[in-house]
């Protein structure tokens, strides 16, 4: 499905600012749509909704449905009159330019411990049946996931290979024992998760009525110590005692001698493809359900991945192996119908990734940053873009584009200086007009290229666990002319503003 010719910017919720020490659904959220609408922008991409896991990252969630429990607008609970006022207070610690995540998630997540009693003690009809209704609803993954949390804070630091038999085997007996013991856990879990959804499909539906859809991502992998790994372990490469046989990563390259371990459990395709790939499809459906196009990551894995055997410290001995093909998207479409996909074809990118996403219809990436490394001929570079594309200043993997400057080398910055015809000032806002003016139908800016932000102001740097995902950002750092001049790039370069009008 061929997008739009748009643009947007890319922001994680976990990113805007707010009083309880991460951003979330709350007034900030809405606010940052009305500034988008304001810029001239038609679309918010975001990160995985899914929890974070170690490290912070929301690639590493412990469930591929549920959504972050961080994220719920804690003040929209005190006027429900599940939580007192006073409940608020923010501890020691917690600071607006970026997210102490071991101060925020214990605070956040004892607040919701506390609206939850609330709830049960001064809910009205109305919300104990939209709850119970939610809860019917999403069952088929809501159950699992609340007994995970439930165990996994039942047994802290253990991954459920090495819980109890009974428990990591999902004996019958074992989890309904399991489910009465710890049922005013599964209820904190499950209120958790309504909370969530419903107080994002709120801001959603509010950033439809301003014209602005939401880019959402499904990391191709899941965590093993997760829910799904857990409750499905038929649909993973795992050995007799629930752990990942070979995990998943990408081979040593140009940026990494030893390449990247990433440690994900891999799939059993076949197993999959059985049920016509059912698993996949409901997951889909649930990110459908929440966002409005969907970037896939890793596209490439699916043609083919790097499989690591468990035992190795590094990606280096690894094999490509092959994935599920066209065979999965042809699935997914049978059952959900055209969808609005970019495909993250980054990395390796052989002749058959190329043609297995041109059978998919899907838009591919092309980064800017990366572009001025070689000479005229790197497939990066706007002259050999096509309309069905999307063009990124950077992403939330790269450097900000002032600090990527900053970084580089004599040859880079030489060539970016002739291909831009810039002298290196305002270096973030030449390939922002880069990536507006290009052909592709969609671009995409960073908030921190928008703002200008150093290297202290970046996201993530792959390949490295701690320490990242904790940026955000204050509305101090935004002035007017920011959405004056996004606005006027839409206007120039045929990237219409909401309702089509920059």
Do not use: K
């Not at 020490?21 to 975001?46: E, R």
């Not at 411990?113 to 049960?120: E, I, P, Q, S, T």
């Not at 191709?220 to 046989?245: E, M, N, Q, T, Y």
């Amino acid at each position: 499905m061929r997008l739009p010719r748009a643009s947007g910017v890319l922001l994680h919720p976990t990113s805007l600012p707010g009083p309880h020490g991460s951003g979330d659904c709350g007034a900030a959220a809405y606010h940052f749509v009305d500034w988008l609408a304001a810029a001239g922008q038609q679309l918010w991409q975001i990160l995985p909704l899914t929890g974070v896991g170690p490290g912070h990252s929301p690639y590493t969630s412990r469930s591929a449905f549920a959504g972050n429990e961080l994220l719920i607008d804690l003040d929209a609970l005190v006027r429900a009159g599940w939580l007192d006022a006073a409940d608020l207070t923010p501890p020691a610690g917690v600071t607006d330019g970026h997210a102490v995540f071991d101060v925020v998630v214990p605070f956040r997540l004892s607040r919701l411990r506390l609206a939850a009693a609330g709830f049960n003690r001064r809910a009205d009809a109305a919300a104990r049946a939209d709850f119970e209704a939610f809860c019917l609803t999403e069952s088929d993954w809501l159950e699992d996931y609340a007994l995970f949390m439930a165990l996994a804070d039942a047994h802290p630091g253990v991954e459920w290979p090495d819980w109890p038999a009974a428990l990591a085997g999902r004996d019958r007996l074992a989890l309904a024992a399991a489910r009465l013991r710890y049922a005013d856990d599964l209820h904190v879990w499950r209120f958790g998760q309504w909370v969530f959804d419903r107080q994002w499909a709120a801001l959603r539906r509010y950033a439809l009525g301003r014209g602005i859809r939401v880019v959402g991502d499904v990391p191709i992998f899941v965590s093993a110590h997760s829910a799904d790994v857990w409750a499905h372990p038929h649909l993973f490469d795992l050995d007799a005692a629930g752990r990942p046989r070979v995990v998943a990563g990408v081979p040593p390259d140009f940026f990494s001698a030893t390449g990247q371990r990433w440690g994900n459990p891999l799939y059993r395709w076949p197993v999959h493809a059985v049920d016509g790939y059912a698993w996949w499809v409901a997951r889909v459906r649930r990110t459908f359900a929440l966002v409005d196009v969907v970037r896939i990551d890793h596209f490439r894995g699916f043609a083919a991945h790097w499989e690591i055997p468990a035992d190795e410290p590094t990606a280096v001995r690894g094999s490509w192996v092959p994935g599920p093909g066209v065979a999965l998207f042809h699935a997914l479409q049978a059952a959900l119908g055209p969808m609005p996909v970019i495909a993250e074809d980054l990395g390796v990118i052989t002749p058959d990734v190329e043609a297995l996403r041109r059978a998919c219809g899907y838009p591919g990436m092309r980064i800017l940053q990366s572009a001025f490394q070689g000479d005229a001929s790197d497939r990066f570079l706007p002259h050999h873009y096509e309309p069905e594309s999307v063009v990124y200043t950077g992403t939330h993997d790269n450097n900000t584009v002032v600090g990527w400057w900053s970084e580089a080398g004599d040859h880079e910055r030489s060539f970016a200086r002739r291909y831009l015809a810039t002298d290196g000032h305002e270096i973030a806002w030449s390939l922002i007009r880069a990536a507006a003016a290009s052909v592709a139908d969609t671009a995409i800016y960073p908030l921190q290229d928008v703002l200008e932000l150093p290297a202290v102001s970046r996201m993530n740097l792959p390949g490295q666990a701690d320490g990242w995902w904790t940026w955000r950002f204050t509305w101090g750092q935004v002035e007017p002319w920011h959405a004056e001049r996004l606005a006027e790039f839409g206007r120039l370069y045929g990237r219409p503003g909401p309702s089509g009008a920059a």
